[in-house]
């Protein structure tokens, strides 16, 4: 066995009971192989609608946990996806650092409660205890309008911290409160959140979110849970591990440098890059995008580099970029995720900010001031979306009012966006960002048209093509969208880079499990990369850490854990495997890779090669690959896409059948 004494909670929801179960299972290092195992074979997840009792959500923390390395506290998720439709992963900054006072590995809450459930989860002094507490919609509903100053799931949050944590505050010790938003039982990409506690207080704006992938969508509506309090001091650190001699002789050998020294230089994108004079995702990503940011739902992908150039400096560098520098970066209001790092990555002042919730729901929804972005995220995180999912989606409504193919009417709105790069400037954004917010909260509460947009992109674009197409359209309704499909209707909505890497058939797409580098690669090679890249991503979510320590955790984290536990575990052909059987999950689910069927998504794939070539003329395979979508864009994305597919199996090594 791996990993001695690991221990899993399942909790059944509709039947108030819970138990302990020893892991045995030699295959299972970490919280992924637990979660696809368990859904494979236990649960048998894919024979029922991800909104089922049967699809347990299941989280925990890796095997560095029991450690004092930091990023190695992440709070890992994993379920079916509602809105994905196959299996999928989603993680939170700190919240594992608190579990590990549970002394339990993995937890599994499986069943249905009819009722809307609060979970408390305690272990005080080597008693674990799991308490199921009731309330009423009305009451739920109540706590979201307003609860102590706070709305939506931090209202949530707030209540279950006056009501059920004084057994945690009482015995001085830490705890977390997992809670969802009015998103979470409407859609199907609702988030779970957390906000750091201390002293028993909430730490506002210093929120972490399990977003991407609808898993508080699972919480919710499949087994009756909005909240999960939880904490104990029943934490037992790793003999070696917790030695910091231990530790820092693997970091000299490996890097010639002490531990704090590769985790700053390694990470230091996340706390502050002097070569770009900003930090963090938001200040690093929004100095160094230049002309591939991308405008008004990826709209800008059409226009002359110089125009795309001009925008960037006009709107971003010397406006929404200088905002963000001059009052976060320059007085350095820096915090960290809830466990000790020195990263800081949360640059924050009434909010946190980071790129891709200020991209979303910023430039692509015709947003470029960071207070009118302000509004909305806000918005979108009181009411617990997926801000990448919801911000693709309002930025996609608003070209399609931009079109006239729809009309403010339809969402009781009074006024059209401005949607036109020519027009934006600060007052139009805050036009914008009023309409935004409406519309989020019309989707939230599945109001008006907004109920269409509940399961997705895919689902919404044939409703409103049965509901509102006619001769003067100028497209199909999908064809303005942007998103990944998976299957028959699986969806996620893609990172905000302008590359063909978020938009391949990988067993999980939406988050960083690909290569995403701007540069050119043959297609063949860009699918072989981006599958070793899946492999290498699975070494941080399968074992708890931060993907923003993977500068140094890849080199390293197997010789950590083999030295640890005195084991010989190959971590690249052990998460080659479990991509493998990701896969083999999806394939029992019927899930298939599914070429794109997006007219705008097969445009940013073509305009991406072809911005590559303007300033490559000389490279032959570019030339080739831009003449072919210049002569028929259907044709050559259809090779280009089974040519990635090719490199994906390469790496992977798994056969699969197609649909085109």
Request: proline letters at 4%.
């Amino acid at each position: 066995m791996p990993l001695p004494e690991r221990k899993a909670l399942f909790i059944d929801t509709g039947q108030r009971e819970w138990r302990i179960e020893e892991v045995e299972d030699e295959r299972i290092l970490g919280v992924l192989d637990f979660g696809v195992e368990m859904h494979l074979n236990r649960y048998e997840s894919w024979r029922h609608h991800p909104i089922s009792p049967k699809n347990a959500l299941i989280f925990g923390v890796g095997p560095l946990a029991a450690s004092n390395i930091p990023g190695t506290h992440r709070l890992i998720f994993c379920a079916r996806s509602p809105i994905w439709k196959g299996f999928f992963t989603s993680t939170m900054g700190g919240a594992g650092y608190v579990f590990c006072g549970l002394n339990v590995n993995f937890c599994s809450i499986e069943g249905e409660s009819s009722t809307p459930l609060i979970l408390r989860i305690s272990n005080i002094n080597g008693k674990l205890n799991v308490e199921f507490f009731e309330m009423d919609n009305d009451q739920l509903l109540a706590i979201y309008g307003g609860y102590r100053g706070k709305r939506g799931l931090y209202a949530l949050q707030q209540y279950v911290i006056d009501n059920y944590g004084n057994v945690f505050v009482d015995n001085n010790i830490p705890f977390r409160v997992l809670a969802v938003g009015p998103a979470a039982l409407n859609t199907y990409y609702g988030a779970i959140c957390s906000t750091v506690i201390r002293n028993g207080k909430m730490l506002d704006g210093i929120n972490e979110f399990a977003g991407r992938g609808g898993l508080g969508s699972v919480m919710a509506q499949a087994h009756g849970v909005v909240a999960v309090i939880y904490g104990g001091n029943d934490c037992h650190k790793h003999e070696k591990l917790s030695d910091q001699q231990f530790v820092e002789r693997i970091f000299e050998e490996e890097f010639g440098k002490k531990m704090i020294e590769v985790i700053m230089e390694k990470g230091k994108k996340y706390y502050y890059d002097p070569a770009v004079g900003s930090g963090g995702t938001y200040g690093v990503n929004f100095s160094t995008l230049g002309s591939w940011l991308l405008f008004l739902n990826w709209s800008s992908v059409y226009w002359s580099e110089e125009k795309r150039q001009e925008a960037y400096e006009k709107l971003i560098k010397n406006h929404y970029l200088k905002q963000f520098n001059e009052e976060i970066i320059k007085p350095r209001k820096f915090m960290n995720c809830g466990e000790p790092c020195p990263l800081v990555c949360k640059k924050y002042s009434d909010y946190k900010r980071d790129y891709e919730p200020y991209e979303a729901n910023g430039p692509n929804a015709g947003i470029v001031d960071m207070k009118a972005a302000d509004m909305v995220v806000e918005k979108v995180d009181e009411l617990g979306f997926d801000a990448i999912q919801i911000g693709t989606i309002i930025s996609w409504i608003m070209e399609l009012m931009h079109r006239n193919m729809l009309k403010p009417e339809d969402f009781d709105l009074k006024k059209k966006p401005a949607f036109d790069i020519d027009r934006l400037d600060v007052k139009a954004s805050f036009h914008n960002a009023e309409i935004a917010v409406k519309l989020v909260e019309k989707i939230a509460y599945g109001e008006d048209l907004g109920k269409i947009f509940a399961q997705g992109i895919r689902l919404a674009a044939e409703d409103l093509e049965s509901m509102f197409h006619h001769p003067a359209h100028e497209g199909e309704f999908k064809d303005f969208a942007v998103y990944t499909p998976y299957g028959e209707d699986g969806e996620i909505a893609p990172c905000q880079y302008w590359v063909p890497g978020f938009f391949i058939p990988l067993p999980i797409q939406g988050k960083f499990l690909t290569y995403y580098h701007a540069e050119w690669l043959d297609p063949y090679e860009l699918g072989r990369k981006s599958g070793e890249r899946t492999i290498k991503e699975l070494y941080s979510t399968n074992n708890g850490l931060c993907r923003f320590h993977r500068g140094w955790s890849e080199k390293i984290i197997e010789r950590i854990v083999n030295e640890a536990f005195e084991t010989t575990i190959n971590f690249y052909e052990h998460h080659r495997r479990l991509a493998a059987r990701i896969w083999l999950y999806d394939e029992r689910c019927s899930l298939k890779p599914t070429f794109w069927d997006s007219e705008r998504v097969v445009d940013v794939i073509w305009k991406h090669i072809e911005k590559l070539y303007e300033g490559n003329k000389q490279n032959k395979e570019l030339k080739k690959w831009v003449e072919m979508f210049r002569k028929d864009k259907w044709l050559a994305a259809k090779h280009y896409w089974l040519r990635v597919l090719d490199g994906i199996h390469d790496a992977i090594g798994m056969e699969r059948e197609v649909k085109i």
